[in-house]
C-alpha cells in the first residue's frame, strides 16, 4: 500500500524532481518488498525439499546438503569449520575450533531457517550463552550428573523429531488423529528439553542450588514457570504451552476438528491447529537455541557435551552422514566399513580428485576411539588404497596457521607418514627439497627464524631423518653465530641449499 501511495505521490507531484524523490521511495520499497518475497520463497524452497524425501536420515540428509551449500562448504570437515565460525559471529566471540560441535550447530540451524525464525534462534542461542556463561562454578556442576549426557541427547533427538513430525502434519493437513500427536509433541517438548533448559538456566544463574538428578525429579510445569518468572528468561523459554501441559496430564483435552479446547483450574480456551503448531515450532526454537547456547558454554570451559559423531543422537548413522559428505564431493559407490579401531571407506572417487582431500572431507565425523583410516578408492586406472593415522588430520580442523607456513608441517607431516598403495604419499627426498627451502627462507630472517627452524627439526626427527635435523640444527647454530660459525657446520647447512635446489617432481595423490 506504501509503494502505490509513493507512486500515485509521484504522478500528483508539482515539480519533476518532486516526483522522481516519490518514485525513488517508491522501487525502494518495491525492492524491500521483493527481498523480503525471496526470502519466504527460499524458506518455501527448504521445505518442500524436506518433505518430498521419506525417513527421518533423509530429512537429515536434506539439512546437511542445505546448511553446505548456505555456509559454502565443499565436505563435512570444512562445513564443521565454517559452523563453528558462524558461532563465533553469533556470540561475538573468537573462534573455538576442534570441540566437535560444528556438525551439530550446522543441522540445528538448518533445521531452524527450514522449519522456524532463523534470527529469534540466533537471539536465543547468544542470550542463553550469556546466562550460562556467567557464574562457570554453577554451570559446571550440572555435568556431575551421570543423566545429564543422557538426558540432553534424548531433549536434541526429540527436538529434531518434533520439528519434522510438525512440517509433516502441517503439509498434509490435521485431523483429530494427528492433532493428538500435536498435543504430545507439545507436552513432550515440556517434560524433556523444556525441564533440562530450565534446570540449567535455574542452576547456572543460581536460582537453584540442589543437584541435578534432583532437580529433575520435579514437576517440568513448575520448573519452566518458575524460569519464566526471571526478566532475563521469559524471552529465552516462548512457545512452551504449560496449560496444555497440565490439561492433557489431567485428561481435560478435547480434540475438535479445527483445533483442541483445555479445560484447568484457571480457566478453559481454545486452540486452533496453526496456532498449536506455531507454538511447538517456537518451542523448538526456544529449546534449541537454549541447547546450543548451553554447549557452547560449556565449551568454553573445555567440557564438551559432543564428541565427532554426536549426530548419533540425532539417530542418523555414520554410513548415512558419509554418504552424504562424499557424494557433495562427487564421490559414487559409497560404503563404510566400521571397526573398533579403525574405520574403512569404499568409494568411486571422481576424475581428477585429490584422494588427500577426499580424506579430510571425512575426517570431521570420525569418533575419537579411530586411530586409523583407510581410503580404498576406484580411480580412471584401478583400485589404490590411501592410509595412515587418524590423529594428523587434525590439524587441519584449525584454520588457525599454527606453524605460520599455511599447515606445510602439518600437511609435510601427513603425506610422510601416511601410505598410497603402501609406500609414503612423498619419498624421503621430496621432504628435504621441501624442508630444505623452508629452512634457507626461514635464515635469511635472523634470529626470528630460530623458532620455525626448531619446528622444522623436529618434523625431521618425527620422520626419522636424522640427516636432514643435524642439518637444521646447523642452521639453528649458524643463525645464531652468524659468520664466526666454525667451517663443519657451513658444510653441513650447504646440504639444504642442494636439497632445495634439487629437481623434484612432486605429483598430489
Known amino acids: 500500500m506504501e509503494t502505490a501511495h509513493s507512486y500515485l505521490a509521484a504522478l500528483d507531484a508539482p515539480t519533476p524532481l518532486e516526483a522522481q524523490r516519490h518514485a525513488d521511495v517508491a522501487q525502494k520499497r518495491m525492492d524491500a518488498a521483493g527481498d523480503v518475497l525471496s526470502m519466504h520463497m527460499e524458506k518455501v524452497n527448504r521445505l518442500n525439499e524436506l518433505l518430498e524425501v521419506d525417513g527421518f536420515q533423509n ?97 536434541i533427538l526429540d527436538l529434531f523429531d518434533a520439528s519434522s513430525q510438525v512440517t509433516q502434519a502441517a503439509n498434509d493437513g490435521i485431523p483429530r488423529q494427528v492433532g493428538r500427536s500435536m498435543v504430545d509433541i507439545a507436552a513432550t517438548l515440556v517434560e524433556g528439553a523444556g525441564q533440562l533448559v530450565a534446570i540449567s538456566l535455574l542452576t547456572a544463574s543460581g536460582q537453584k542450588s540442589r543437584p541435578y538428578d534432583k532437580l529433575r525429579q520435579d514437576n517440568a510445569t513448575d520448573l519452566l514457570r518458575n524460569a519464566r518468572t526471571r526478566p532475563a528468561m521469559e524471552d529465552l523459554l516462548g512457545g512452551f504451552n504449560l496449560d496444555l501441559r497440565t490439561a492433557q496430564a489431567h485428561r481435560m483435552v478435547r480434540y475438535l476438528d479445527d483445533g483442541v479446547h483445555i479445560e484447568i483450574k484457571s480457566g478453559s480456551r481454545s486452540i486452533p491447529w496453526d496456532e498449536l503448531i506455531d507454538e511447538i515450532i517456537k518451542t523448538c526454537e526456544s529449546a534449541m537455541g537454549c541447547l546450543v547456547g548451553l554447549t557452547l558454554a560449556l565449551n568454553q570451559l573445555d567440557m564438551n557435551l559432543l564428541d565427532a559423531t554426536n549426530y548419533r543422537s540425532f539417530g542418523i548413522s555414520p554410513a548415512v552422514m558419509l554418504s552424504v559428505g562424499m557424494s557433495g564431493m562427487g564421490c559414487q559407490e559409497i560404503f563404510l566399513e566400521e571397526h573398533q579401531d579403525s574405520w574403512t571407506v569404499h568409494l568411486e572417487a571422481p576424475e581428477g580428485s585429490l584422494l588427500t582431500v577426499l580424506v579430510a572431507g571425512a575426517f570431521a565425523l570420525i569418533p575419537d576411539g579411530v586411530e586409523t583410516l583407510t581410503l580404498n578408492a576406484k580411480r580412471e586406472d584401478g583400485w589404490h588404497i590411501l592410509s595412515g593415522p587418524v590423529s594428523l588430520l587434525r590439524a587441519f580442523l584449525d584454520p588457525a596457521d599454527q606453524d605460520g607456513d599455511q599447515h606445510g608441517l602439518a600437511a609435510a607431516r601427513f603425506q610422510r607418514v601416511w601410505t598410497y598403495d603402501g609406500q609414503p604419499c612423498v619419498t624421503a627426498a621430496e621432504v628435504r627439497f621441501w624442508a630444505g627451502r623452508q629452512a634457507i627462507d626461514a635464515i635469511s630472517g635472523g634470529m626470528r627464524s630460530v623458532p620455525k627452524l626448531r619446528a622444522l627439526r623436529s618434523f625431521a626427527m618425527e620422520v626419522e631423518d636424522p640427516e636432514l635435523a643435524d642439518s637444521l640444527s646447523a642452521a639453528i647454530r649458524y643463525v645464531r653465530l652468524g659468520d664466526s660459525v666454525e667451517h663443519k657446520t657451513r658444510v653441513v647447512v650447504a646440504k639444504l641449499e642442494t636439497w632445495a635446489c634439487a629437481e623434484i617432481e612432486y605429483a598430489p595423490i
Open 59 to 155: 530429512q537429515m540428509a536434506v539439512l546437511l546438503q542445505q546448511s553446505m551449500t548456505e555456509l559454502g562448504a565443499t565436505d563435512l570437515t570444512e562445513l564443521s569449520v565454517r559452523a563453528e565460525t558462524e558461532v563465533a559471529r553469533i556470540l561475538g566471540i573468537p573462534p573455538q575450533y576442534g570441540h566437535g560441535g560444528g556438525l551439530e550447530f550446522a543441522l540445528q540451524r538448518a533445521l531452524m531457517v527450514a522449519h522456524g525464525d532463523e534470527n529469534r534462534f540466533e537471539c536465543i542461542v547468544k542470550g542463553s550463552f550469556e546466562t550460562f556463561s556467567r557464574n562457570p562454578e554453577l554451570l559446571s556442576s550440572l555435568t556431575v550428573s551421570p543423566h545429564f549426557r543422557s538426558d540432553y541427547e534424548a531433549a
